[in-house]
DNA sequence: CCGTTAGGTTAACGCTGTCAATCTGACATC
DNA sequence: GATGTCAGATTGACAGCGTTAACCTAACGG
């Protein structure tokens, strides 16, 4: 048992969440498995009992996610930071931020992204992200080299970036290759291309119609324009 | 408790491993959570006592992991069948049957592609696929349509449908349009122009090109050859 | 009929999240 | 300075979990 904790005075009662929040940050930085994260253990490590931390927190889960929801506030500001400027440069340097973002912090981008989420909503936090990154297709869509909705637009980009970091942080076996920033840059750029490219596609295109046709078909229309 | 399960004769131990997986099948079917599935509720389902299941499955992790792979081979299948004729139609109906397959077996799909995986190698099954699609994107590279390393190639399309299909599964409260088949088809799609053009750039394109430079080159080019 | 052994069971351990009941010490008041 | 109050915690317990060691028992070959 570490040494226990002094009860906080009158009024300051919420410190106890703050250093319950560092101690379980600590352990997730020193295990690095969420597994790691017991009441018990955390409780222990911020000088407290365990069940204390019901005083600040309804349940583990909510205790986790607030863990990890700190982090997330970094991306936030990335995004912010690398706005600005060519808007399509800038949707690509948001792009790898949020890739690099999520393979910096794997155990978080996990706990918040690759479980099934508890709240009705989306966190927040990810949706102020999510808003930035629709703005900054939005100002791509304005200079008319991408067509159609940037909500939706930015969904596509969003899944392609996250499927990338999210297969790398749980499969790490499968034959990746070694240079992780090449294939982070391969598929933002891919994602941009596949992006442009389809928007501009006329809509009628028959689902059927093969890749070749389709090329062609876009190859002549950015000529024309 | 359910009616005690009778013992099996000698030499077919190994029955009660596949009764097993059938209550631990059944049980996740009817919760829809992989929580539902404790060593306790299941063995009381197959009608045995709770270590029985120690005879057959190490521990926990390898009974759960054993009942996600079931399904596997249905992908397998379906990917075996989508196969043949033009390779990008192809490989276009791989991957709208690979992200079905996914939405069809959320549960099993988070288990399997989701969490850490436990072995050092990508499990066989999901291995077998990934062949697969090796081999569909490979015979497009025979096209000359699509230029590169196959496997690397395949990489990039299997993170985008997986982008897509685990985002859908994880976060269900994203603003995804209505029409899920539409949406898996616009990713498709665009992981496959995305990848088309960007696998025909010059190698030597500066990483700071924007989008407009490179389309315009591209467009160039597709219309020399 | 007996001995062997595959196919199980019993009982227990340590760990987990969670809750109801209880204590305690800092502060406002007299 | 003594007293009452209530925010800030603790104690003790519960049910359920995965896992293990020790034990039983029914089916078969000889």
Request: hydrophobic share 45%.
């Amino acid at each position: 048992m570490t040494t226990r904790r002094v009860r906080a005075r009158r009024g300051e009662g919420a410190l106890l969440r703050e250093e319950i929040l560092r101690a379980a940050e600590d352990l997730l930085a020193e295990a690095g498995t969420e597994d790691a994260l017991t009441l018990r253990a955390v409780a222990e490590r911020a000088g407290v009992s365990t069940p204390s931390v019901y005083l600040h927190f309804a349940d583990k889960e909510e205790l986790v996610e607030a863990v990890c929801l700190r982090v997330w506030d970094e991306l936030g500001r990335l995004f912010g930071a690398n706005l600005g400027g060519d808007p399509f440069l800038a949707l690509g340097r948001c792009g790898r931020a949020y890739a690099r973002f999520a393979l910096d912090h794997p155990v978080q981008y996990r706990v918040l992204m690759l479980r099934p989420s508890p709240g009705p909503g989306v966190p927040p936090a990810a949706a102020e992200c999510f808003r930035h990154m629709v703005d900054a297709v939005a100002a791509c869509v304005e200079t008319r080299v991408l067509e159609g909705d940037p909500e939706e637009l930015a969904l596509g980009l969003w899944s392609a970036v996250h499927g990338c970091v999210s297969l790398l942080i749980a499969q790490p076996s499968f034959p990746w290759p070694r240079d992780r920033e090449a294939l982070i840059d391969h598929i933002v750029r891919i994602a941009g291309f596949g992006t442009a490219v389809y928007s501009r596609l006329p809509r009628d295109l028959p689902p059927s119609a093969d890749l070749v046709t389709a090329l062609d078909d876009f190859g002549a229309r950015l000529n024309l324009s």
